[in-house]
């Protein structure tokens, strides 16, 4: 549970998908990952399928694997639920070698595992090749209302200064010869926690006063709109529209 | 905690995206009417960096594993439930995008679990426990632990709900609800205790931040030395 390291996935480069405009490839993402959960889970060729197509995008975007591989432990715990599935499910139960699970929860199972891993892979691919500032503009292209994108975009920029501000309070406390091994260690870290809050809190007031200081009105001036050719609109869906087709065809044909 | 792609089926999750979206809306509404006007989005941005930077911390709970804060009643009792879910949509949303945590499908469910219910169960419970405590200062981190406390098993019966909608594979729904609801107990006592001190701490420091505390502070009273005639 939770979330994992906190940086960023993105790198820069220059491949197919880095070049996308960023509306293309959220739209293009969630469009994707929907046909891939659309597919009824007993197919799962078409599943494993799909999920080589993530594969293949995520080879596309010409990242080192060693950047890649670590985003797929965040499926751990539901990897772990997908393996104690076949065991708890009911339905018909089959013979796998010395156990007898249930069918229908081996089924489903297997499509769980599938179509994460899918969803994680091409997450992957949109994260490693968009900026966070773009991941801002796309949302504001596409009209999400502003206090959203506002957060958002305070959130992609003092992110690192405020993770910054938590190692230095845990530099300090090291230095101290404090160490968290216990649970008699939370009222320390919880403190910490609590200073941290503050130390957020203030720093917005001081953000807001400069930017008021210097003109701010309530919304932010939107420069460089985000512009998509034809073209790049088809790059960008044509996953998913792989995918759409993939899950119309074992629909109508069981 | 959070839920990937394939977890429920398609129709839940746009159905949870539908009902997120919504509710997202209307806590856009009543933040700007209550508790922050378009102008102070700075302070609502930095909110949303401490939740996702407060989920950092670890704080180890024995046997070389540790846990970490969720902050959904954490964030509701400090800034208030609708800028708590507004700072919440967006931590998730960024986490699902820009770190591939939590599906990119399932983020109307991940939003509505722990945005919407773990944020107004956590409130409401502890508005309500403020409402029987002492007005005194003290009691507001009381009243946020138990809100974290119930809030998080609360939740988890939520997903429980939503799994018997759209669930993956047919399992018995009280074994599943024993299950996830047992477990988060514990969790939601590990989050009541760390939202305790470190409400605690904000309170001693600086209790006009806290949004529960509102109308709950000592009146000041100014005092100038006797003038001498």
């Not at chain 1, 480069?13 to 007993?42: E, M, T």
């Not at chain 1, 210097?214 to 420069?223: A, D, K, V």
């Amino acid at each position: 549970m939770g979330s994992g390291p906190g940086e960023h996935l993105h790198v820069e480069g220059d491949s197919p998908l880095h070049r996308l405009p960023a509306h293309v490839k959220l739209i293009g993402l969630v469009a994707f990952v929907l046909a891939v959960v659309a597919v009824p889970s007993p197919a799962h060729a078409v599943l494993a399928g799909l999920l080589l197509l993530a594969v293949g995008l995520v080879l596309a975007t010409r990242v080192p694997a060693r950047h890649v591989l670590p985003r797929l432990a965040v499926e751990t715990p539901f990897a772990v639920f997908a393996l104690v599935l076949p065991f708890v499910a009911v339905g018909p139960q089959v013979e796998l070698g010395p156990v007898s699970v249930s069918q229908t929860g081996l089924t489903a199972a297997v499509a769980l595992l599938l179509k994460g891993t899918t969803g994680v892979l091409a997450a992957v691919a949109f994260a490693v090749t968009t900026r966070p500032r773009d991941l801002v503009r796309a949302l504001q292209h596409l009209r999400v209302p502003d206090p959203l994108v506002l957060i958002a975009s305070f959130m992609v920029r003092y992110v690192d200064v405020v993770a910054d501000q938590l190692r230095r309070m845990k530099v300090a406390r090291a230095s101290r010869g404090f160490s968290a091994r216990s649970v008699r260690a939370w009222p320390v870290l919880a403190a910490g926690t609590g200073a941290l809050f503050i130390r957020s809190y203030e720093r917005g007031e001081r953000v807001h006063l400069a930017m008021v200081s210097r003109g701010w009105t309530g919304r932010m001036p939107m420069t460089s709109p985000l512009t998509a050719t034809r073209r790049d609109w088809a790059t960008g869906l044509a996953p998913a529209l792989v995918a759409a087709v993939a899950a119309a065809t074992v629909m109508m044909v069981p | 905690m959070h839920v990937p792609d394939g977890f429920l089926d398609a129709p839940t999750s746009v159905a949870t995206g539908v009902v997120a979206a919504g509710v997202v809306g209307a806590s856009l509404v009543r933040a700007s009417r209550r508790e922050l006007d378009e102008r102070t989005a700075p302070l609502a941005g930095l909110v949303a960096v401490f939740v996702f930077a407060a989920q950092m911390v670890n704080f180890p709970v024995g046997a070389g594993t540790s846990g970490h804060l969720l902050g959904a009643a954490l964030a509701a009792v400090l800034v208030g439930p609708a800028t708590a879910t507004l700072c919440l949509t967006v931590v998730l949303a960024v986490q699902a995008f820009l770190f591939a945590d939590g599906g990119v499908t399932a983020l109307g469910t991940n939003v509505l679990l722990m945005g919407v219910v773990g944020v107004w169960v956590g409130y409401g419970v502890a508005r309500a426990v403020l409402s029987v405590l002492p007005r005194r200062l003290p009691s507001i981190p009381v009243a946020g632990a138990v809100g974290a406390a119930v809030s998080v098993p609360v939740a988890a019966l939520a997903f429980t709900g939503l799994y018997a909608v759209g669930g993956a594979a047919p399992i018995p729904l009280g074994s599943l609800a024993t299950a996830m609801v047992g477990w988060h107990l514990l969790i939601g006592l590990g989050e009541a205790a760390i939202t305790f001190l470190a409400v605690s701490s904000i309170v001693a420091a600086r209790p006009d931040l806290v949004h529960v505390a509102r109308g709950r502070m000592p009146a000041l009273e100014l005092r100038t030395p006797e003038v001498v005639a």
